[in-house]
Protein backbone atom coordinates (compact mmCIF):
# COMPACT_ATOMS: atom_id res chain seq x y z
CA UNK A 1 0.00 0.00 0.00
CA UNK A 2 1.11 4.00 -0.55
CA UNK A 3 2.27 6.03 2.30
CA UNK A 4 -0.99 7.40 3.30
CA UNK A 5 -1.32 7.47 7.17
CA UNK A 6 -5.27 6.50 6.95
CA UNK A 7 -5.34 6.00 10.94
CA UNK A 8 -3.93 8.87 11.90
CA UNK A 9 -6.24 10.91 9.91
CA UNK A 10 -8.94 8.95 10.87
CA UNK A 11 -7.91 9.78 14.92
CA UNK A 12 -7.31 12.79 13.67
CA UNK A 13 -10.73 13.67 12.38
CA UNK A 14 -12.94 11.72 14.73
CA UNK A 15 -11.05 13.70 17.94
CA UNK A 16 -12.19 16.69 15.41
CA UNK A 17 -15.41 15.42 15.26
CA UNK A 18 -15.79 14.58 19.22
CA UNK A 19 -14.57 17.89 20.20
CA UNK A 20 -15.29 20.96 17.79
CA UNK A 21 -11.33 21.15 17.68
CA UNK A 22 -9.40 22.54 15.33
CA UNK A 23 -8.10 20.37 12.33
CA UNK A 24 -4.47 21.44 12.65
CA UNK A 25 -3.88 17.99 13.82
CA UNK A 26 -4.99 16.57 10.49
CA UNK A 27 -3.02 19.07 8.57
CA UNK A 28 -0.26 17.75 10.14
CA UNK A 29 -0.97 14.26 9.57
CA UNK A 30 -1.79 15.55 5.89
CA UNK A 31 1.79 17.11 5.42
CA UNK A 32 3.59 13.44 6.05
CA UNK A 33 0.90 12.16 3.40
CA UNK A 34 1.65 12.02 -0.30
CA UNK A 35 -2.57 13.03 -1.03
CA UNK A 36 -1.89 13.63 -4.65
CA UNK A 37 -4.64 12.02 -6.70
CA UNK A 38 -2.62 9.74 -8.36
CA UNK A 39 -1.73 8.35 -4.65
CA UNK A 40 -5.11 8.26 -3.19
CA UNK A 41 -5.68 6.60 -6.53
CA UNK A 42 -3.52 3.81 -6.44
CA UNK A 43 -4.28 3.62 -2.81
CA UNK A 44 -7.92 2.64 -2.95
CA UNK A 45 -7.28 0.78 -6.49
CA UNK A 46 -5.55 -1.45 -4.43
CA UNK A 47 -7.66 -2.10 -1.95
CA UNK A 48 -10.97 -2.27 -3.85
CA UNK A 49 -8.91 -5.13 -6.23
CA UNK A 50 -8.48 -6.82 -2.68
CA UNK A 51 -12.02 -6.77 -2.10
CA UNK A 52 -13.32 -8.33 -5.10
CA UNK A 53 -10.65 -10.72 -4.99
CA UNK A 54 -11.63 -11.99 -1.97
CA UNK A 55 -15.81 -11.71 -2.70
CA UNK A 56 -14.57 -13.80 -6.08
CA UNK A 57 -12.64 -16.67 -4.11
CA UNK A 58 -14.80 -16.86 -0.72
CA UNK A 59 -17.82 -14.95 -1.28
CA UNK A 60 -19.35 -16.80 -4.02
CA UNK A 61 -18.76 -13.96 -6.46
CA UNK A 62 -22.17 -12.10 -6.09
CA UNK A 63 -22.97 -9.10 -8.20
CA UNK A 64 -24.28 -7.19 -4.74
CA UNK A 65 -21.18 -7.39 -3.31
CA UNK A 66 -19.22 -6.23 -6.01
CA UNK A 67 -21.47 -3.23 -5.88
CA UNK A 68 -20.54 -2.47 -1.71
CA UNK A 69 -17.17 -2.96 -2.66
CA UNK A 70 -17.65 0.01 -5.22
CA UNK A 71 -19.41 2.11 -2.77
CA UNK A 72 -16.71 1.61 -0.06
CA UNK A 73 -13.90 2.21 -2.68
CA UNK A 74 -15.41 5.34 -4.09
CA UNK A 75 -16.70 6.99 -0.30
CA UNK A 76 -13.27 6.21 1.00
CA UNK A 77 -11.60 8.30 -2.37
CA UNK A 78 -14.15 11.01 -1.50
CA UNK A 79 -12.91 11.11 2.26
CA UNK A 80 -9.23 11.18 1.65
CA UNK A 81 -9.36 13.89 -1.50
CA UNK A 82 -11.40 16.05 1.26
CA UNK A 83 -8.35 16.60 3.34
CA UNK A 84 -6.90 17.35 0.57
CA UNK A 85 -9.09 19.81 -0.87
CA UNK A 86 -10.34 21.56 2.31
CA UNK A 87 -7.96 20.45 5.17
CA UNK A 88 -10.32 17.84 6.58
CA UNK A 89 -13.72 19.92 7.12
CA UNK A 90 -15.99 18.03 5.20
CA UNK A 91 -14.58 14.88 6.29
CA UNK A 92 -15.32 16.16 9.87
CA UNK A 93 -18.83 16.91 9.26
CA UNK A 94 -19.64 13.62 7.14
CA UNK A 95 -20.37 10.68 10.10
CA UNK A 96 -20.41 8.68 6.17
CA UNK A 97 -17.00 9.65 5.52
CA UNK A 98 -15.88 9.08 8.81
CA UNK A 99 -17.07 5.41 8.37
CA UNK A 100 -15.37 5.13 5.08
CA UNK A 101 -12.66 5.74 6.48
CA UNK A 102 -12.66 3.02 9.10
CA UNK A 103 -13.67 0.44 6.63
CA UNK A 104 -10.17 1.37 4.68
CA UNK A 105 -8.12 1.48 7.68
CA UNK A 106 -9.88 -2.28 8.57
CA UNK A 107 -9.48 -3.22 4.81
CA UNK A 108 -5.55 -2.02 4.19
CA UNK A 109 -3.91 -4.60 6.09
CA UNK A 110 -3.34 -2.51 9.44
CA UNK A 111 -6.42 -4.48 10.86
CA UNK A 112 -7.44 -7.78 9.35
CA UNK A 113 -9.81 -10.13 10.28
CA UNK A 114 -8.53 -13.35 9.06
CA UNK A 115 -11.11 -16.14 8.42
CA UNK A 116 -10.00 -20.10 10.20
CA UNK A 117 -9.28 -22.85 8.09
CA UNK A 118 -8.94 -26.20 8.87
CA UNK A 119 -7.29 -24.70 12.42
CA UNK A 120 -5.10 -22.35 10.58
CA UNK A 121 -5.70 -18.40 9.79
CA UNK A 122 -6.07 -18.54 6.40
CA UNK A 123 -4.33 -15.50 4.85
CA UNK A 124 -5.86 -14.84 1.50
CA UNK A 125 -9.16 -14.04 3.17
CA UNK A 126 -8.18 -10.63 4.29
CA UNK A 127 -5.70 -7.94 2.81
CA UNK A 128 -2.50 -8.90 5.32
CA UNK A 129 -0.12 -6.23 4.68
CA UNK A 130 2.38 -7.16 7.66
CA UNK A 131 0.19 -9.79 9.23
CA UNK A 132 1.10 -12.01 5.89
CA UNK A 133 1.36 -15.85 5.95
CA UNK A 134 5.58 -15.64 7.01
CA UNK A 135 4.26 -13.91 10.02
CA UNK A 136 1.69 -16.66 11.12
CA UNK A 137 4.01 -19.44 9.87
CA UNK A 138 6.49 -18.37 12.43
CA UNK A 139 3.97 -18.23 15.10
CA UNK A 140 2.58 -21.53 14.24
CA UNK A 141 2.09 -24.41 15.88
CA UNK A 142 1.39 -22.01 18.75
CA UNK A 143 -1.62 -20.26 17.21
CA UNK A 144 -3.24 -23.67 15.77
CA UNK A 145 -2.68 -24.75 19.52
CA UNK A 146 -4.52 -20.90 20.78
CA UNK A 147 -7.49 -21.86 17.84
CA UNK A 148 -8.01 -25.07 18.65
CA UNK A 149 -9.07 -23.88 22.52
CA UNK A 150 -12.01 -21.47 21.18
CA UNK A 151 -15.24 -22.46 20.63
CA UNK A 152 -18.80 -20.68 19.56
CA UNK A 153 -21.64 -20.61 22.48
CA UNK A 154 -24.81 -21.84 20.41
CA UNK A 155 -28.69 -21.02 21.34
CA UNK A 156 -31.08 -22.90 19.49
CA UNK A 157 -33.38 -20.43 20.20
CA UNK A 158 -32.05 -18.02 18.76
CA UNK A 159 -32.30 -16.64 15.25
CA UNK A 160 -28.80 -16.51 14.42
CA UNK A 161 -28.02 -19.42 16.64
CA UNK A 162 -25.46 -18.59 18.38
CA UNK A 163 -24.25 -16.25 21.58
CA UNK A 164 -20.60 -15.64 21.53
CA UNK A 165 -17.44 -16.90 22.08
CA UNK A 166 -15.68 -18.83 24.95
CA UNK A 167 -11.88 -20.87 25.35
CA UNK A 168 -10.89 -23.28 27.30
CA UNK A 169 -8.54 -23.08 30.15
CA UNK A 170 -8.34 -26.51 32.02
CA UNK A 171 -9.94 -30.02 31.54
CA UNK A 172 -14.03 -29.35 30.83
CA UNK A 173 -13.55 -25.30 31.74
CA UNK A 174 -13.98 -22.37 29.82
CA UNK A 175 -14.03 -18.90 30.71
CA UNK A 176 -16.50 -16.20 28.77
CA UNK A 177 -18.03 -13.15 29.12
CA UNK A 178 -20.92 -13.20 32.29
CA UNK A 179 -23.41 -11.12 29.78
CA UNK A 180 -23.33 -14.37 27.99
CA UNK A 181 -24.31 -16.51 30.68
CA UNK A 182 -27.01 -14.14 31.73
CA UNK A 183 -28.45 -15.01 28.07
CA UNK A 184 -28.04 -18.86 27.88
CA UNK A 185 -28.83 -19.38 31.51
CA UNK A 186 -31.13 -18.48 34.16
CA UNK A 187 -29.88 -17.61 38.18
CA UNK A 188 -31.78 -19.58 41.17
CA UNK A 189 -32.90 -18.66 44.14
CA UNK A 190 -29.78 -20.18 45.64
CA UNK A 191 -27.46 -18.18 43.99
CA UNK A 192 -26.67 -21.33 41.10
CA UNK A 193 -27.63 -20.85 37.62
CA UNK A 194 -29.68 -22.87 35.65
CA UNK A 195 -29.11 -23.18 31.84
CA UNK A 196 -31.71 -23.21 28.89
CA UNK A 197 -32.81 -25.73 26.64
CA UNK A 198 -30.64 -25.69 23.45
CA UNK A 199 -26.81 -24.52 24.40
CA UNK A 200 -23.91 -25.91 23.98
CA UNK A 201 -19.85 -25.03 23.15
CA UNK A 202 -18.62 -26.53 19.25
CA UNK A 203 -15.03 -25.62 18.41
CA UNK A 204 -15.29 -25.95 14.81
CA UNK A 205 -17.84 -23.31 12.84
CA UNK A 206 -14.96 -22.89 10.54
CA UNK A 207 -16.60 -20.76 7.42
CA UNK A 208 -16.56 -23.48 4.59
CA UNK A 209 -14.03 -25.69 6.27
CA UNK A 210 -14.90 -27.82 9.40
CA UNK A 211 -17.91 -27.46 10.60
CA UNK A 212 -17.34 -29.25 14.46
CA UNK A 213 -15.49 -30.04 16.56
CA UNK A 214 -16.35 -31.70 19.71
CA UNK A 215 -19.23 -30.06 20.68
CA UNK A 216 -19.89 -29.81 24.72
CA UNK A 217 -22.81 -29.23 26.66
CA UNK A 218 -22.49 -27.38 30.01
CA UNK A 219 -23.10 -28.37 33.49
CA UNK A 220 -22.38 -25.82 35.98
CA UNK A 221 -21.14 -22.29 36.14
CA UNK A 222 -18.05 -22.57 39.01
CA UNK A 223 -17.07 -18.83 39.54
CA UNK A 224 -19.36 -15.34 38.50
CA UNK A 225 -19.28 -11.92 40.16
CA UNK A 226 -22.16 -10.39 41.85
CA UNK A 227 -23.36 -8.28 39.65
CA UNK A 228 -25.81 -8.26 36.90
CA UNK A 229 -24.39 -6.70 33.41
CA UNK A 230 -27.12 -4.40 31.90
CA UNK A 231 -26.86 -3.09 27.96
CA UNK A 232 -24.18 -0.60 28.97
CA UNK A 233 -20.82 -1.32 29.37
CA UNK A 234 -19.27 -0.63 33.23
CA UNK A 235 -16.07 -0.81 33.36
CA UNK A 236 -16.07 -1.14 37.38
CA UNK A 237 -18.11 -5.06 36.87
CA UNK A 238 -16.33 -8.19 36.03
CA UNK A 239 -17.83 -9.55 32.82
CA UNK A 240 -16.20 -12.48 33.47
CA UNK A 241 -17.42 -16.54 34.21
CA UNK A 242 -16.12 -19.81 34.55
CA UNK A 243 -18.44 -22.69 33.29
CA UNK A 244 -17.95 -26.50 33.73
CA UNK A 245 -18.42 -28.63 30.86
CA UNK A 246 -19.85 -32.15 30.76
CA UNK A 247 -17.45 -34.61 29.66
CA UNK A 248 -17.43 -34.71 25.63
CA UNK A 249 -19.48 -37.41 24.16
CA UNK A 250 -16.23 -38.54 22.12
CA UNK A 251 -12.60 -38.72 21.96
CA UNK A 252 -11.96 -37.86 18.73
CA UNK A 253 -9.69 -34.90 19.45
CA UNK A 254 -7.24 -34.14 22.04
CA UNK A 255 -8.95 -31.70 24.86
CA UNK A 256 -6.76 -28.22 24.19
CA UNK A 257 -6.73 -25.49 26.81
CA UNK A 258 -4.43 -22.17 27.38
CA UNK A 259 -2.34 -21.83 30.39
CA UNK A 260 -3.98 -18.34 31.95
CA UNK A 261 -1.37 -15.39 32.53
CA UNK A 262 -1.04 -13.94 36.09
CA UNK A 263 1.44 -11.82 35.09
CA UNK A 264 0.09 -8.09 33.82
CA UNK A 265 3.70 -6.97 32.46
CA UNK A 266 2.33 -7.97 28.92
CA UNK A 267 0.20 -4.77 28.54
CA UNK A 268 2.37 -2.01 26.45
CA UNK A 269 1.17 0.39 24.20
CA UNK A 270 1.41 -0.82 20.62
CA UNK A 271 2.51 -4.31 21.36
CA UNK A 272 0.72 -7.05 19.41
CA UNK A 273 -2.14 -8.95 20.12
CA UNK A 274 -4.38 -11.35 18.43
CA UNK A 275 -8.19 -12.15 19.48
CA UNK A 276 -9.95 -15.27 18.45
CA UNK A 277 -13.52 -15.91 18.62
CA UNK A 278 -16.96 -15.48 16.16
CA UNK A 279 -17.72 -12.12 14.84
CA UNK A 280 -21.45 -12.14 14.69
CA UNK A 281 -24.97 -10.34 13.68
CA UNK A 282 -25.38 -7.54 16.12
CA UNK A 283 -28.94 -7.58 17.63
CA UNK A 284 -31.79 -7.12 15.62
CA UNK A 285 -32.67 -3.37 15.08
CA UNK A 286 -29.49 -2.41 17.23
CA UNK A 287 -28.44 -0.36 14.29
CA UNK A 288 -28.27 -0.50 10.31
CA UNK A 289 -25.33 -2.39 9.27
CA UNK A 290 -22.49 -0.59 7.65
CA UNK A 291 -21.07 -1.42 4.08
CA UNK A 292 -18.06 -3.33 5.46
CA UNK A 293 -20.86 -5.50 7.41
CA UNK A 294 -22.89 -5.99 4.35
CA UNK A 295 -20.34 -7.09 2.88
CA UNK A 296 -18.89 -9.91 5.08
CA UNK A 297 -22.48 -11.02 6.86
CA UNK A 298 -22.49 -14.54 5.54
CA UNK A 299 -19.72 -14.80 7.41
CA UNK A 300 -21.13 -14.15 10.65
CA UNK A 301 -20.88 -16.24 13.09
CA UNK A 302 -17.66 -18.04 11.63
CA UNK A 303 -14.43 -18.70 13.41
CA UNK A 304 -11.92 -15.80 12.70
CA UNK A 305 -8.26 -14.54 13.90
CA UNK A 306 -7.27 -10.88 14.22
CA UNK A 307 -4.31 -9.43 14.92
CA UNK A 308 -4.01 -5.62 16.00
CA UNK A 309 -2.44 -3.25 18.58
CA UNK A 310 -3.06 -2.76 22.85
CA UNK A 311 -4.31 0.86 22.86
CA UNK A 312 -4.49 3.23 25.51
CA UNK A 313 -8.05 3.47 27.33
CA UNK A 314 -9.53 6.52 26.79
CA UNK A 315 -12.05 7.63 30.05
CA UNK A 316 -10.86 4.09 31.41
CA UNK A 317 -9.26 3.98 35.22
CA UNK A 318 -9.81 0.20 36.22
CA UNK A 319 -7.11 -1.29 36.35
CA UNK A 320 -8.22 -4.80 34.89
CA UNK A 321 -9.28 -3.10 31.99
CA UNK A 322 -6.55 -2.73 28.43
CA UNK A 323 -8.01 -1.61 25.25
CA UNK A 324 -7.24 -2.66 21.31
CA UNK A 325 -7.86 -1.93 18.10
CA UNK A 326 -8.42 -5.45 16.86
CA UNK A 327 -11.28 -6.23 14.41
CA UNK A 328 -14.46 -7.55 16.55
CA UNK A 329 -18.30 -7.38 16.25
CA UNK A 330 -21.27 -8.22 18.75
CA UNK A 331 -20.26 -12.44 18.72
CA UNK A 332 -17.04 -11.70 19.90
CA UNK A 333 -17.82 -11.22 23.20
CA UNK A 334 -15.95 -13.98 25.45
CA UNK A 335 -13.11 -13.98 22.58
CA UNK A 336 -9.38 -14.32 24.04
CA UNK A 337 -6.78 -11.84 24.21
CA UNK A 338 -3.49 -13.19 22.96
CA UNK A 339 0.23 -11.65 22.77
CA UNK A 340 1.85 -12.47 20.48
CA UNK A 341 4.94 -13.55 22.55
CA UNK A 342 3.04 -15.59 24.47
CA UNK A 343 0.88 -17.88 22.27
CA UNK A 344 0.17 -20.37 25.13
CA UNK A 345 -0.94 -18.03 27.79
CA UNK A 346 -4.82 -16.55 27.69
CA UNK A 347 -4.21 -12.83 28.54
CA UNK A 348 -6.84 -11.07 28.11
CA UNK A 349 -10.74 -11.92 27.60
CA UNK A 350 -12.72 -9.16 25.15
CA UNK A 351 -15.94 -8.29 26.43
CA UNK A 352 -16.98 -5.05 24.41
CA UNK A 353 -16.34 -1.91 22.42
CA UNK A 354 -17.40 1.47 22.27
CA UNK A 355 -18.89 3.57 19.11
CA UNK A 356 -18.89 6.79 17.57
CA UNK A 357 -15.83 9.13 17.48
CA UNK A 358 -14.22 7.12 20.56
CA UNK A 359 -14.54 3.56 19.13
CA UNK A 360 -12.52 1.07 21.14
CA UNK A 361 -12.47 -2.75 21.88
CA UNK A 362 -12.34 -3.60 25.94
CA UNK A 363 -10.62 -6.65 27.53
CA UNK A 364 -10.52 -7.62 30.97
CA UNK A 365 -6.76 -8.44 32.06
CA UNK A 366 -6.50 -11.41 33.56
CA UNK A 367 -4.40 -10.67 35.88
CA UNK A 368 -5.86 -7.81 37.17
CA UNK A 369 -9.13 -10.22 37.90
CA UNK A 370 -7.55 -12.68 40.05
CA UNK A 371 -8.44 -11.64 43.60
CA UNK A 372 -12.38 -11.01 41.82
CA UNK A 373 -14.71 -13.27 43.93
CA UNK A 374 -17.68 -15.59 43.38
CA UNK A 375 -20.81 -14.35 44.17
CA UNK A 376 -21.77 -17.51 46.02
CA UNK A 377 -19.06 -19.30 47.76
CA UNK A 378 -16.87 -15.87 48.29
CA UNK A 379 -13.56 -18.35 46.21
CA UNK A 380 -11.55 -15.94 44.74
CA UNK A 381 -11.09 -16.47 40.95
CA UNK A 382 -7.29 -17.63 41.59
CA UNK A 383 -8.42 -20.39 43.92
CA UNK A 384 -11.78 -21.46 41.30
CA UNK A 385 -8.94 -21.65 38.56
CA UNK A 386 -6.64 -23.81 40.49
CA UNK A 387 -8.85 -25.98 41.65
CA UNK A 388 -10.25 -26.20 38.37
CA UNK A 389 -6.41 -27.24 37.12
CA UNK A 390 -6.37 -24.56 35.28
CA UNK A 391 -2.55 -23.92 34.58
CA UNK A 392 -1.15 -20.55 36.12
CA UNK A 393 1.54 -19.10 34.00
Same mark, same amino acid.
Given at each position: ?7 A????A ?6 ? =? ?5 G ?9 I ?16 I?? !? %?????D +??H ?35 E ?5 D? $? ?8 ? +? ?18 A ?6 A???V???? /? *??? !? ?12 ? &? ?11 A ?7 ? &? ?14 ? *? ?27 ? !???V??L?P?A ?6 ? %? ?7 D?V ?29 ? =? ?6 I ?33 ? $? ?33 ? /? ?5 ? /? ?11
Amino acid at each position: MSNINVQALLDSAREAARTG =SSLESIGRVESHSDLSIGNIGNHIDGIYGELNRIIK !D %YLDNDD +KLHEIASQIAGNAKKALESVKIDGGKTLVESPRMLESLEVIVKLDG $KMPSFMVKNG +KPDVLSSPACAWSEDYWQAASPVVEHAIRCVGRIN /A *TYE !DAGYLGTGFQIAPD &KIITNRHVLQVMADKQGNGTW &KFREGVNIDFGHEYKA *TKSITPREFKSVVFASDNMIGNYIDHKLL !DLVVIELEPAAAQDYPEY %YLKVNTSADWVNLEDQVYIIGYPGRPPVGMYEFSLLEKLFQ =STFGCKRIAPGFITRPKGVSEKWTMAHDATTLFGNSGSVVIH $KNDGLLAAGLHYGGSSGTTRQNYAHILAETLSAKD /ARTGQTL /ADCLEASQAILG
